[in-house]
């Protein structure tokens, strides 16, 4: 056997939660491995913790295992105890599930979800042995390959991954599977690398980047072209068009100590068309495909049996759109009438995340929290109905306030109202508006009990590649320190109101490497070598980091994230397609500057974004109506439908007349 | 009806916390279906109890903890032996299930005394022996120690009830150390008896392998096990070890 195993034992009694290293999870497929068959390393920049849970490394794991030619293990980024450990005693990156190294891998494939992990991803490759420049890898270095939402722009990375996949993984990690396969079983012989990358930038979904030239003009790119007339100009994203052809997992990894999401995850649908403008998992995943109610029931009532999980997370970008969310939720209530087989366990516990701004919601998040109502969570992400329509999060204060009231009478006393700051167009009335919404909700609260309390989270708003806000100027630190403290200074005279928000530095380091192009690489690989791993941790994160080698590199952090971009400018991304027609994007920015909110194609007419048009895919939705409850993000009542099961409707009324001044 | 278990936890998953085992059979007992008896309140949980923690990178060949189930159960503990024997992660293999007495003590307040089995690395059999001799011929020994950040000097002596050098066992050639170290009053961990057995060694390195063999009460003025282990041997699972 390769195992690193007897090496990396003594190592674990000196480090920080040992557990993380030693895989055996209840439910993880076990790998086998055999000479033909080509071998994955599925790897998640960040600690154990928050990558275990993750659903696309836990589903492609099983998908590739499940084939005959493949094998897949996984990886998590070492904390820094234990990456110390491993280079001084010189025990390279391994595989959680038999403790191989990681460049015995064929390939090393990193789910990339957020920009601050680039970093720990050079230092994961670099861990592996494998240089961290793909110019010097050979034939004996795993590929590198990169997907997740970052695909969707993974310039910054483009001197160091050999691969990047762009959309949804089930199918087309079998056609990379095929084109490696073949390669090795002619002979892996030297000099064969280039023309295996080229083999695969032949693969849809796949982008090599190094089959690209990026020709410059100054300091803006003139164009990227391919390097060979058999590689595409443009590689669009994959996308599979039936969920309920896709079960997984089937087997769900239930971990043997604590994660971030410690329950089992259920997806109930993927995409989202409610089109947030500043949303950037809703524009590269559409359209939206909803699993069949029953196919949920059968992976809840399978996944709590064999995890012996008691809680469940019903996952999506709005689980509350789901339209068999009733019949599903019914189905858990023990006093509910689904009609459904009994659950194995008595005490279940049903998390709904990303909850819907409504009463609806909120009555259905009641049918099936269980005993536990610690906190609810609820996101208008801006403080006035106008900037609401800039960033088309159509939600009214009737809405919220519905909500909340709905929330506080149920027996809820804890609100969390997540916000963004720096959108384009936010005036500090946009931004004060966030504490009159916050204290005007415990005011409702207040009504039902006196602890009633809501906290606000403030986010510094990051443009993001693929979404119309992609040709917005972010604010600078400043900028955002200064409407941080409005909403500090306004909330302080507000009772029962507290004020979280996040780094505006570690916020401008993100738009960096958000919108960043080839030349962000050389940034990226300074901050690395300087000792920045673990960005998205306080205790690792030092903006000037990221000042200096930008000033090292001769790169202008105004240019790269403060400046507005114009319509004609080649954006770095320009040759990667989520589908979206730049032109829909460009006249979506528009309606964004004039104001104009753009309803949810699901249920009113087609407006061709270019996704479905373009990819011969449709939506997948079992109602042609949207459910009941809420304004559904028109912003008009389209109350109707179902009943809805929240009791405080009448009394709202007269409570919202007294708070609301003024509402849209 | 409770029921009182012993059970074992080797190989990797000696990694894991004395929380994670707690989870580990909280999630077995659901996966099973076990008619757990919940306590009353506002968020019900069912109703175990978890003997002494077993450090993190510890083994054990004698855990045990107390499940309380709800009425109508099965009261056959040989049915429960069955039933837990494949519901918990590889590692752990559920040896003993005993009704446990109403009115006994909790295992919290019970256990008295517990013997380690400590494979050493880097010391011979003949420093072990001689270690052992200046170790117990000591009438005061002082051990430098912060618990809950406050620092202390303590005299453990006391605490060590019984230690000799112990035969390699089966699969690792190296040799052992058995102690039996008292757990009432602030009593000594294994890792601070090899401290203070090779004050001049670093611990950490020195104790390859911490194996707890039995945990001990005293009944009568006589200490005893738990549930005595008898004949029956651990097996553990390939890949896992």
Same mark, same amino acid.
């Given at each position: 056997m390769n195992s690193l195993w007897a090496r990396i034992e003594p190592l674990l009694a000196r480090v920080?939660?040992?557990?993380?290293?030693?895989g055996c999870e209840d439910g993880a497929v076990v790998p086998r491995h055999a000479p033909g068959k080509v071998s994955w390393l599925l790897a998640y920049p960040d600690t154990y913790e928050i990558g275990l849970p993750n659903q696309g490394l836990q589903i492609l794991h099983e998908i590739l295992n499940e084939r005959d030619d493949a094998v897949a293990e996984r990886t998590y980024a070492p904390w820094s105890d234990m990456s110390a450990l491993m280079r001084q005693r010189g025990v390279p990156l391994f595989s959680v599930d038999t403790h191989r190294a990681a460049g015995d891998f064929d390939i090393l494939a990193f789910n990339l979800s957020a920009e601050l992990v680039y970093t720990n991803v050079l230092d994961m490759v670099d861990l592996a042995g !494998?240089? *961290?420049?793909?110019?010097?890898?050979?034939?004996e270095h795993p590929l590198v390959v990169l997907g997740g939402h970052c695909a969707f722009n993974p310039e910054p990375l483009a001197d160091y991954v050999d691969v990047a996949v762009l959309g949804e993984g089930e199918e087309v990690v079998g056609d990379i599977t095929a084109v490696v396969r073949d390669w090795k079983a002619s002979g892996r012989t030297q000099g064969s690398r280039v023309g295996l990358l080229r083999e695969l930038s032949? *693969?849809?979904? !796949?982008? !090599?980047?190094?089959?690209y030239e990026v020709e410059y003009e100054g300091a803006a790119i003139r164009a990227v072209t391919p390097r060979y007339p058999d590689v595409p100009a443009v590689v669009h994203k994959r996308t599979v068009a039936d969920l309920g052809q896709w079960p997984y997992p089937k087997s769900p990894v239930a971990p043997l100590t604590e994660v971030v999401h410690d329950r089992l995850a259920v997806e109930v649908?993927?995409?989202?068309?409610?089109?947030?403008?500043?949303?950037q998992a809703g524009m590269i995943t559409r359209p939206v495909r909803e699993r069949p109610a029953e196919q949920v029931r059968t992976m809840i009532q399978n996944g709590l049996r064999r995890t012996g999980y008691d809680e469940v997370s019903l996952t999506s970008l709005s689980t509350a759109d789901f339209s068999g969310i009733e019949q599903v939720a019914a189905s858990l209530?023990?006093?509910?009438?689904?009609?459904?087989a009994p659950l194995p366990h008595e005490q279940v516990t049903v998390s709904l995340p990303s909850l819907r701004v409504d009463a609806f919601t909120v009555g259905l998040a009641g049918q099936v929290a269980g005993g536990r109502r610690s906190g609810l969570t609820f996101a208008p992400e801006g403080g006035s109905w106008r900037i609401r329509q800039v960033i088309n999060k159509l939600i009214t204060e009737d809405d919220l306030y519905g909500a909340v009231d709905s929330a506080f009478s149920q027996g809820w006393h804890r609100m969390k109202l997540y916000f963004l700051t720096g959108l384009p167009t936010e005036l500090d009335e946009d931004t004060l508006g966030i504490v009159d919404l916050a204290r005007n909700c415990v005011r409702l609260g207040r009504r039902h009990t006196n602890r009633a309390s809501v906290t606000v989270s403030l986010g510094g708003f990051v443009p993001k590649p693929q979404t119309p806000f992609q040709w917005f100027g972010q604010n600078t630190t400043d900028e955002l320190r200064r409407k941080i403290q409005l909403v500090r200074d306004a909330s302080q005279r507000a009772k029962g109101v507290t004020v979280k928000w996040h780094d505006p530095a570690a916020t401008m380091a993100e738009g960096i490497a958000s919108r960043g192009d080839r030349r962000v690489g050389r940034v990226i690989e300074r901050v690395w070598r300087d000792g920045g791993v673990f960005q998205e941790w306080n205790e690792f994160f030092r903006l000037s980091r990221w000042q200096e080698a930008m000033a090292a590199e001769g790169l202008s952090i105004d240019w790269y994230v403060h400046r507005h971009r114009t319509e004609d400018e080649v954006l770095p991304w320009d040759h990667l397609s989520a589908g979206l027609h730049k032109d829909f994007l460009w006249a979506d920015w528009q309606d964004a500057l004039a104001e104009h909110g753009l309803p949810d194609c699901r249920w009113t007419p087609c407006y061709d974004c270019g996704v479905c048009t373009g990819y011969g895919i449709e939506h997948v939705v079992a109602s042609p109506v949207a459910p009941a409850g809420g304004s559904q993000g028109t912003g008009q009542d389209l109350t109707r439908g179902g009943e809805v099961p929240v009791t405080l409707l009448t009394r709202r009324e007269s409570a919202v007349d007294a708070v609301v001044g003024g509402a849209s | 009806m409770r029921l009182r278990i012993r059970h074992t936890k080797r190989g990797k998953i000696r990694f894991t916390s004395h929380r994670d085992t707690a989870r580990h059979w909280e999630r077995a007992v659901r996966k099973v279906n076990a008619p757990l008896a919940y306590s009353s309140g506002f968020t019900p949980r069912p109703r175990m109890s978890f003997g002494l923690a077993l450090p993190t990178g510890a083994e054990s060949d004698a855990e045990y903890l107390d499940i309380e189930l709800a009425e109508?159960?099965?009261?056959?503990p040989g049915y429960w032996l069955e039933v837990f024997r494949d519901a918990l992660p590889p590692g752990y293999e559920v040896t003993h299930v005993a009704l446990r007495d109403a009115g006994s003590p909790s295992l919290q307040e019970d256990v008295v005394a517990t013997t380690w089995l400590i494979t050493l690395e880097g010391v011979s059999a003949a420093e072990i022996e001689d270690a052992v001799g200046r170790t117990l011929a000591a009438p005061v020994l002082e051990l430098a120690r912060e618990r809950k950040g406050t620092a202390s000097v303590d005299d453990v002596r006391p605490a060590i009830l019984d230690l000799s050098p112990a035969p390699a066992g089966d699969d690792d050639p190296r040799p052992r150390l058995c102690a039996t170290l008292a757990t009432t009053g602030r009593g000594l961990r294994p890792l601070e008896l090899v401290q203070v057995v090779f004050p001049a060694l670093d611990a950490v390195d020195t104790a390859a392998r911490l194996l707890r063999t039995h945990q001990w009460i005293e009944r009568d003025g006589e200490r005893r096990e738990i549930i005595p282990a008898g004949a029956t041997a651990a097996r553990l699972p390939v890949g896992c070890a």
């Amino acid at each position: 056997m390769n195992s690193l195993w007897a090496r990396i034992e003594p190592l674990l009694a000196r480090v920080q939660k040992p557990a993380r290293y030693i895989g055996c999870e209840d439910g993880a497929v076990v790998p086998r491995h055999a000479p033909g068959k080509v071998s994955w390393l599925l790897a998640y920049p960040d600690t154990y913790e928050i990558g275990l849970p993750n659903q696309g490394l836990q589903i492609l794991h099983e998908i590739l295992n499940e084939r005959d030619d493949a094998v897949a293990e996984r990886t998590y980024a070492p904390w820094s105890d234990m990456s110390a450990l491993m280079r001084q005693r010189g025990v390279p990156l391994f595989s959680v599930d038999t403790h191989r190294a990681a460049g015995d891998f064929d390939i090393l494939a990193f789910n990339l979800s957020a920009e601050l992990v680039y970093t720990n991803v050079l230092d994961m490759v670099d861990l592996a042995g !494998v240089p *961290v420049r793909t110019e010097e890898r050979t034939e004996e270095h795993p590929l590198v390959v990169l997907g997740g939402h970052c695909a969707f722009n993974p310039e910054p990375l483009a001197d160091y991954v050999d691969v990047a996949v762009l959309g949804e993984g089930e199918e087309v990690v079998g056609d990379i599977t095929a084109v490696v396969r073949d390669w090795k079983a002619s002979g892996r012989t030297q000099g064969s690398r280039v023309g295996l990358l080229r083999e695969l930038s032949k *693969v849809p979904g !796949v982008y !090599v980047p190094s089959m690209y030239e990026v020709e410059y003009e100054g300091a803006a790119i003139r164009a990227v072209t391919p390097r060979y007339p058999d590689v595409p100009a443009v590689v669009h994203k994959r996308t599979v068009a039936d969920l309920g052809q896709w079960p997984y997992p089937k087997s769900p990894v239930a971990p043997l100590t604590e994660v971030v999401h410690d329950r089992l995850a259920v997806e109930v649908f993927r995409g989202c068309t409610r089109g947030c403008r500043f949303c950037q998992a809703g524009m590269i995943t559409r359209p939206v495909r909803e699993r069949p109610a029953e196919q949920v029931r059968t992976m809840i009532q399978n996944g709590l049996r064999r995890t012996g999980y008691d809680e469940v997370s019903l996952t999506s970008l709005s689980t509350a759109d789901f339209s068999g969310i009733e019949q599903v939720a019914a189905s858990l209530n023990p006093l509910g009438c689904g009609g459904s087989a009994p659950l194995p366990h008595e005490q279940v516990t049903v998390s709904l995340p990303s909850l819907r701004v409504d009463a609806f919601t909120v009555g259905l998040a009641g049918q099936v929290a269980g005993g536990r109502r610690s906190g609810l969570t609820f996101a208008p992400e801006g403080g006035s109905w106008r900037i609401r329509q800039v960033i088309n999060k159509l939600i009214t204060e009737d809405d919220l306030y519905g909500a909340v009231d709905s929330a506080f009478s149920q027996g809820w006393h804890r609100m969390k109202l997540y916000f963004l700051t720096g959108l384009p167009t936010e005036l500090d009335e946009d931004t004060l508006g966030i504490v009159d919404l916050a204290r005007n909700c415990v005011r409702l609260g207040r009504r039902h009990t006196n602890r009633a309390s809501v906290t606000v989270s403030l986010g510094g708003f990051v443009p993001k590649p693929q979404t119309p806000f992609q040709w917005f100027g972010q604010n600078t630190t400043d900028e955002l320190r200064r409407k941080i403290q409005l909403v500090r200074d306004a909330s302080q005279r507000a009772k029962g109101v507290t004020v979280k928000w996040h780094d505006p530095a570690a916020t401008m380091a993100e738009g960096i490497a958000s919108r960043g192009d080839r030349r962000v690489g050389r940034v990226i690989e300074r901050v690395w070598r300087d000792g920045g791993v673990f960005q998205e941790w306080n205790e690792f994160f030092r903006l000037s980091r990221w000042q200096e080698a930008m000033a090292a590199e001769g790169l202008s952090i105004d240019w790269y994230v403060h400046r507005h971009r114009t319509e004609d400018e080649v954006l770095p991304w320009d040759h990667l397609s989520a589908g979206l027609h730049k032109d829909f994007l460009w006249a979506d920015w528009q309606d964004a500057l004039a104001e104009h909110g753009l309803p949810d194609c699901r249920w009113t007419p087609c407006y061709d974004c270019g996704v479905c048009t373009g990819y011969g895919i449709e939506h997948v939705v079992a109602s042609p109506v949207a459910p009941a409850g809420g304004s559904q993000g028109t912003g008009q009542d389209l109350t109707r439908g179902g009943e809805v099961p929240v009791t405080l409707l009448t009394r709202r009324e007269s409570a919202v007349d007294a708070v609301v001044g003024g509402a849209s | 009806m409770r029921l009182r278990i012993r059970h074992t936890k080797r190989g990797k998953i000696r990694f894991t916390s004395h929380r994670d085992t707690a989870r580990h059979w909280e999630r077995a007992v659901r996966k099973v279906n076990a008619p757990l008896a919940y306590s009353s309140g506002f968020t019900p949980r069912p109703r175990m109890s978890f003997g002494l923690a077993l450090p993190t990178g510890a083994e054990s060949d004698a855990e045990y903890l107390d499940i309380e189930l709800a009425e109508g159960a099965d009261p056959d503990p040989g049915y429960w032996l069955e039933v837990f024997r494949d519901a918990l992660p590889p590692g752990y293999e559920v040896t003993h299930v005993a009704l446990r007495d109403a009115g006994s003590p909790s295992l919290q307040e019970d256990v008295v005394a517990t013997t380690w089995l400590i494979t050493l690395e880097g010391v011979s059999a003949a420093e072990i022996e001689d270690a052992v001799g200046r170790t117990l011929a000591a009438p005061v020994l002082e051990l430098a120690r912060e618990r809950k950040g406050t620092a202390s000097v303590d005299d453990v002596r006391p605490a060590i009830l019984d230690l000799s050098p112990a035969p390699a066992g089966d699969d690792d050639p190296r040799p052992r150390l058995c102690a039996t170290l008292a757990t009432t009053g602030r009593g000594l961990r294994p890792l601070e008896l090899v401290q203070v057995v090779f004050p001049a060694l670093d611990a950490v390195d020195t104790a390859a392998r911490l194996l707890r063999t039995h945990q001990w009460i005293e009944r009568d003025g006589e200490r005893r096990e738990i549930i005595p282990a008898g004949a029956t041997a651990a097996r553990l699972p390939v890949g896992c070890a």
